[in-house]
């Protein structure tokens, strides 16, 4: 494997990361009071573990297709 793929999965990891902890912040934020909302740094550790689940499952997704890559490189 190439080494500018893995740079480009990682950063396709991050992205996807960054976006989840973005979307379940805003959304988590919106459902309190306006007197209640969240500091950006709670909202933030908060949706870790849902970041971190999407994560697992990009990289599960991105390993698969690595298999198909090779499997197809072999032929």
Avoid: C
């Amino acid at each position: 494997m190439k080494k500018y793929d893995l740079i480009a999965w990682a950063l396709i990891i991050l992205v996807t990361a960054i976006v989840t902890i973005a979307i379940w912040g805003f959304f988590y934020n919106f459902q309190l009071e306006d007197e209640e909302t969240l500091p950006i740094f709670e909202s933030f550790i908060l949706s870790l573990p849902i970041a971190m689940l999407f994560t697992y499952f990009a990289g599960i997704s991105v390993s698969r297709y690595q298999e198909m890559d090779t499997d197809n490189l072999a032929h």
